[in-house]
């Protein structure tokens, strides 16, 4: 006679445990102030707000394998809020950072970071006018609406500029760029990304000098141009003007010339839209 038998493996002594909670803090900023805001792992929004202050929306994601990894989570994490009139900072505090964003305090740890993983979703209303510092590490960023001038600036993620009217640097590693201007801009301006195509939106009047270059993709526009630098093609395709083919790089003169905008890729495409066309 055979007998069945029927073995039970036992579960693991741990599943995944996590944390959530979100952080609400506002603090004033002068006219013409910096917003600073450092992530790390996590999207950036920063939109309008109402009056001369700046309102936070942090919501914070913390995960373990186990409670014990969890707790030390809870110990090592936290978001830093700080300020005063001419600069508002936030930023998140870990092994890497005492958090004060801009003004980082590298520390020493041996906490490896393993098997804990954690995240910060930013929502963020400013004064218009407000100057921004905005950067993360892995997340997207997202500015709307804002006039003042900016450094723009992730690693895995794409940008979004969508309604702007200052004037700066806007950099990714691994993603994509896509600018709106509401009033295109009035001083030199940069935007760069290795994996992932450019694309300008700019209203039709344009007086600037472009530098752009890419090393596999096409580079597009919808105005009239003249080279300035290394000629390019003016064949068509598909109804825009190809300003030059991959692989190397050009400069152009649109209307009158005036600031440089350096539009910069390496893996797709540089494209030029008149807003007189239509939005994305």
């Known amino acids: 006679m055979r007998i069945a038998v029927l073995i039970l493996l036992a579960a693991p002594a741990w599943c995944d445990v996590e944390s959530k909670r979100t952080v609400e803090e506002s603090l004033p900023l002068a006219a013409g102030g910096t917003l600073h805001v450092c992530g ?5 929004r920063v939109e309008p707000g109402n009056g001369a202050e700046v309102r936070f929306t942090v919501h914070e994601k913390l995960k373990g394998d ?16 700080s300020g005063d009139a001419q600069h508002v900072r936030a930023g998140i505090k870990g092994p890497w950072s005492d958090g004060v964003c801009g003004a980082e305090t590298k520390r020493k740890s041996n906490w490896s970071g393993r098997d804990k993983h954690f995240s910060h979703e930013f929502v963020v209303q400013a004064p218009r006018d407000a100057r921004l510092e905005i950067s993360s590490i892995n997340g997207s960023l997202d500015i709307k609406d804002m006039r003042g001038d900016y450094k723009i600036k992730t690693v895995n993620g794409s940008i979004k500029m969508n309604d702007v009217e200052g004037s700066g640097e806007i950099n990714t590693v691994n993603g994509t ?28 009047t344009l007086n600037a000098d472009f530098s752009m270059k890419t090393v596999n993709g096409d580079a597009f526009t919808d105005f009239d141009m003249t080279p300035i630098g290394v000629s390019g093609s003016s064949e068509t395709k598909a109804g825009n003007k190809i300003v030059y083919k991959r692989g190397s790089g050009v400069q152009m003169r649109a209307g009158n010339g005036g600031p440089k905008i350096s539009a910069e890729t390496v893996n797709g495409s540089v494209m030029l839209h008149s807003l007189a066309k239509g939005r994305p």
């Open 177 to 204: 760029v896509t600018a709106v201007y509401r009033n295109n801009p009035r001083s030199d301006t940069t935007l760069k990304t290795v994996n992932g195509k450019l694309a300008l939106y700019l209203q039709p």
């Open 40 to 44: 790390f792992n996590g999207s950036v």
């Open 66 to 81: 186990t409670q014990s990894d969890l707790d030390e989570l809870k110990r090592e994490i936290a978001v830093v809020i």
